[in-house]
């Protein structure tokens, strides 16, 4: 079930994940108000983004990259085309295409061969190429880095030939895709509208690397500039931005979803692509194959919230409400981008607006920029202005006419009547949509026709309530008719230990998570003494703080647990006649155990929380759900069960199924072998996306997880970025209620539906808090954003994700699992003990011996010894099992310099802000740092004013990007800056 583009594959070394690019840079769009091309267009464009050279990277001088896209340059393609004598004429027509090409340094000695290649898959794809040759470069502008990264520039023009005007565009960007793919060179851009220049280097060169573009007939209507600032790679050539639709300034932190979503609709993505890269591809599949405009485009990749629609014309509400189903909020993240593709242009800020794009026109021309300064006040015509957050504007180019405009409001217009052209309004299926803040959608698919008020006012589709049918019986469900008990020898079983049940009981009366200042003092799971889950092997890989919102208000507002559950259409398409797709509005469904309460009682907390219980969820799927046992027989063993999993799940979903529910509910019994629920979530997601079928099977069908072993946030949190839609943590409810581990007192109706509500309404703000530390807001984007430590190769390729600490042989193995899948159920049948147990953390058993040593009852060598002991005893983490390797000669430590330039040793206390520790530790640090003579750098947000300038040495201030606490004394209080 394995393809080549599949977006989790595992390279050698590094991960994809570990190699991505990301950009924040200097960005720039300028279109000419009449239409016309002009060079002047070009020039200022240039010059503007030189003005921004304070956003671009620069290593040891040499820029980071830069580009432009341009309209093709007509007029100096026809002196081109007539000097090679041919008609000059080609070069306006319609039909005329340029393909610019950078064939890769480490094959410069096969250029020639590989331009032939290029041309002949070029002419039989039924193209006429017309011209080809080397691109004109100036190599001696180029930096030592640069010059040793510099590809083979080429140039080819054609005609369409055999191929109709009409399958132009999609016949290039196939071409483009199949020639990147197969012959490993970079596309800048292959069009009948734009051509892309880009270099590695600074703003300033870019004119001088490329001589055409100081030709006088080098006009453009619409010229989009770019300057790089790499934030995590080296810069090369084929980096450097624009691509073929768009540049922009920030970063998308959702991209691995990204990545899994566009391989759901066929869009192949490369897996060392830049983030931007993989934007602007997507982008450009949904215009060539799907039909989109670039506009409706955009807002399929950028989709709006519902507060920023417009609010009284429900069509416009609910359109966009299919269109998040059919694709989704998958490139969250800081960015503002500025995309062109044939005669539209879209600019467009992120939904929480953290990076800025301003809106203006001169005399002559419209404008988007990074920074409102770049064109000089005189010129302009009115004061730009900085674009909200989510807000999008778009440009419709008539060449030789006016631009025409189309701000928010009109966009969304825009895209409803694109949308009914291809969907009428008599929808097909069923929408089913949880919580009172669902819209009114028709029952199975039905819909009335637009009544024309007859006044001149707009028509409004009139639609009709639907809900969803209550389970009527108990005895259709696997965990109804064989009800386990959840008590302390099934959690132990499931991995459960003590100090998860005190986090739960501390959530369903207080509607808080515990959280400790200090993090997780708790082993690895690779380290532990005790039993573990997969989950435990986990960490997330990036934290973030992106800036802050513009306003916490907004910030909320932005945050979605919004699931879908069913069948997801395809662009541009509606659901069929018999498919269910379901809306949720968090990620967790009630009930799924006869111990958690009264169906009816638990219908209520779902009601009021906008979910379901997962016994209606499966009665509205009916026929189309199926159970899939997350089990395996005692002949199997866990790898071959997996694969076992995984067939059954393709071939049910191509026998029609919609809904598949991951049950443990047959491990009870321990005839069979219990199977940690992320191996099977990740392990049927992955077998569904990749799949050999028509469509992607993954699309067709939601998946619940129902397992006792969702323990914490971390847990349920992996679950859905695994590929669950939906879970049902019944024993953390039941701990929730009071049940379990040890049975109380039974809890009333109105403890119930109090207790329920708490806990799902915390996990909710929980999960909220998982996702924002990646720069995420709606957790649909969430994706793989986490790596695992100590899994041995084997298990660690069921998830795709990073691995380290692994190999073939070492770490968790398949025979390990095999062996604790044993042991559980021989528990479970009642022939081992067990119990639940704590982690072996480290501070409960320290923080005594810290107390004594602050009080003077005892030293830090005792304290040191008591320390080293039990890291030795018990680590938690991959330096407490590294050593030193001991010299064979004895060194006089009073020889050995640890000094760094002015400070004492080479040790740095990083960043945290005031907020992430409190007033005591926050000074503690800063007056060791003193006392030790090295340094202590403050997380962002400002400083004390009792302490501003008291460390000048050892104190340094950092300063984010929203530049909180940021002042002249604050600058000056310190000698160290880190800017973030």
């Not at 239409?35 to 050279?53: D, F, P, Y």
């Not at 008020?453 to 965990?479: C, L, N, S």
């Not at 968090?586 to 209520?604: M, S």
């Not at 046992?629 to 995984?646: F, K, P, V």
């Amino acid at each position: 079930m394995q393809q080549d583009n599949d977006p989790d594959m595992q390279a050698d070394e590094l991960h994809p994940i570990d190699t991505q690019e990301r950009d924040a840079c200097a960005l720039i769009c300028a279109v000419r108000k009449g239409g016309q091309a002009t060079h002047g267009n070009v020039k200022r464009t240039i010059e503007g983004l030189a003005r921004m050279g304070h956003r671009t990277g620069y290593i040891n001088g040499e820029g980071d990259g830069v580009g432009i896209l341009t309209d093709i340059p007509r007029q100096l393609w026809s002196k081109r085309l007539a000097h090679a004598g041919l008609r000059s004429s080609l070069a306006t027509d319609r039909n005329f295409w340029v393909a610019h090409v950078m064939i890769p340094a480490a094959d410069r000695n096969r250029a020639n061969h590989l331009v032939d290649q290029i041309c002949r898959e070029i002419t039989d794809a039924g193209l006429h190429v017309l011209l080809d040759e080397p691109g004109q470069v100036n190599r001696l502008v180029l930096g030592p880095n640069a010059e040793k990264n510099e590809p083979v520039f080429w140039q080819i023009a054609g005609m369409n030939g055999q191929v109709p005007s009409n399958k132009l565009d999609a016949t290039l960007f196939d071409l483009q895709v199949r020639l990147e793919r197969a012959l490993g060179v970079h596309l800048p851009s292959f069009s009948a509208h734009s051509v892309v220049y880009k270099v590695q280097g600074t703003v300033e060169i870019l004119r001088r690397y490329y001589p055409e573009l100081r030709d006088p007939d080098y006009a453009s209507t619409v010229t989009l500039g770019h300057a790089r600032y790499s934030t995590n790679t080296n810069p090369i050539f084929e980096r450097a931005q624009p691509f073929g639709v768009l540049g922009h300034n920030g970063e998308f932190n959702t991209i691995s979803r990204f990545r899994m979503e566009a391989a759901m609709l066929g869009i192949h993505l490369a897996p060392n692509n830049s983030d931007s890269q993989d934007v602007d591809r997507v982008i450009q599949a949904l215009c060539m194959r799907y039909g989109l405009d670039l506009i409706e485009a955009m807002e399929y990749v950028f989709p709006p919230f519902e507060h920023d629609l417009a609010q009284n014309n429900p069509d416009i509400q609910q359109m966009y409400r299919e269109i998040r189903q059919t694709f989704g909020p998958f490139a969250q993240g800081p960015a503002g981008v500025a995309a062109r593709l044939g005669n539209l242009c879209v600019f467009s800020v992120d939904a929480l607006g953290l990076r800025p794009l301003w809106f203006g026109e001169t005399e002559k021309e419209y404008f988007a920029t990074s920074e409102r300064g770049v064109y000089f006040l005189d010129a302009m015509s009115s004061s730009p202005k900085p674009m909200a957050p989510g807000e999008k504007i778009a440009l419709k180019i008539n060449p030789g006419h006016s631009i025409e405009m189309l701000e928010y409001p009109a966009i969304q217009k825009h895209v409803l009547t694109r949308y009914r052209e291809r969907i009428p309004a008599i929808n097909k299926g069923k929408r089913v949509y949880a919580g009172a803040s669902a819209p009114i959608t028709p029952p199975s698919g039905t819909m009335q026709p637009p009544m024309p008020f007859g006044d001149g006012r707009e028509a409004v589709m009139q639609y009709t309530p639907t809900a969803v049918a209550p389970a009527t019986t108990k005895t259709d469900y696997p965990w109804q008719t064989r009800q386990n008990p959840i008590n302390t020898n099934t959690m132990a079983s499931l991995g459960w230990e003590r100090y998860h049940t005190e986090l739960i009981e501390s959530m369903a009366i207080n509607k808080k998570e515990t959280i400790g200042s200090l993090g997780w003092d708790g082993p690895l799971g690779a380290l532990s003494q005790k039993r573990t889950n997969i989950a435990d092997y986990f960490k997330e890989t990036v934290a973030v703080v992106t800036n802050p919102a513009i306003d916490r208000e907004r910030e909320r507002a932005q945050f979605s647990t919004r699931m879908v559950l069913g069948v997801r259409p395809l662009v541009g398409e509606t659901l069929n006649d018999d498919d269910i797709l379901m809306e949720l509005e968090t990620p967790l469904l009630v009930g799924g155990h006869p111990a958690l309460g009264d169906i009816a009682d638990l219908r209520k907390v779902a009601q009021k929380l906008g979910t379901y219980t997962l016994e209606d969820v499966v009665t509205e799927f009916g026929e189309f759900a199926y159970y899939l046992s997350m089990t395996a027989s005692r002949e199997e063993t866990i790898e071959s069960a997996l694969e076992r999993i995984q067939q059954q799940a393709v071939d049910v979903v191509r026998d029609g199924m919609m809904l598949i529910v991951l049950d443990d509910t047959d491990a009870y019994a321990g005839d069979v072998l219990w199977i940690d629920p992320l191996l099977v979530v990740a392990a049927v997601d992955r077998a569904l996306r990749q799949a050999d079928a028509g469509m992607n099977l993954r699309r067709r069908v939601g998946i619940v997880l129902r397992s006792g072993a969702l323990r914490d946030l971390h847990d349920m949190a992996m679950a859905v970025s695994l590929g669950a839609n939906a879970i049902v943590p019944y024993a953390f409810y039941a701990v929730a209620l009071g049940i379990a581990p040890r049975a109380g007192d039974e809890p009333s109706v109105d403890e119930i539906i109090k207790r329920t509500t708490n806990t799902v309404k915390t996990i909710n703000s929980g999960l909220e808090k998982i996702t924002s530390t990646i720069g995420c807001h709606e957790l649909r984007g969430y994706g793989h954003s986490f790596s695992s430590i100590g899994l041995s190769k084997g298990v660690a390729a069921i998830f795709g994700t990073p691995n380290y600490f692994g190999s073939e042989g070492r770490g968790l193995t398949w025979s390990d699992i095999q062996e604790d899948a044993e042991e559980r159920a021989a528990e479970w049948r009642g022939e081992k003990r067990n119990k639940l147990e704590n982690p072996d953390r480290l501070y409960p058993k320290m923080w005594k011996k810290v107390e004594d040593v602050a009080q003077g009852l005892s030293n830090l060598d005792e304290y040191n010894e008591a320390m080293l002991a039990l890291e030795q005893k018990n680590p938690v983490a991959i330096r407490h099992i590294l050593g030193f390797k001991t010299s064979s000669k004895p060194i006089d430590p009073s020889l050995v310099d640890l000094s760094v330039g002015e400070h004492a040793m080479p040790i740095l206390i990083g960043a945290m802000s005031f907020g992430s520790q409190g007033e005591l530790s926050y000074k503690a640090y800063a007056e060791a740092a003193y006392r030790l003579n090295t340094i202590c750098v403050n997380g962002e947000g400002g400083e004390l004013s009792d302490i501003m300038g008291k460390y000048p040495r050892n104190r340094g201030q950092q300063i984010a990007s929203a530049r909180f606490g940021v002042n002249i004394e604050f600058l000056n209080s310190c000698n160290l800056l880190e800017i973030k």
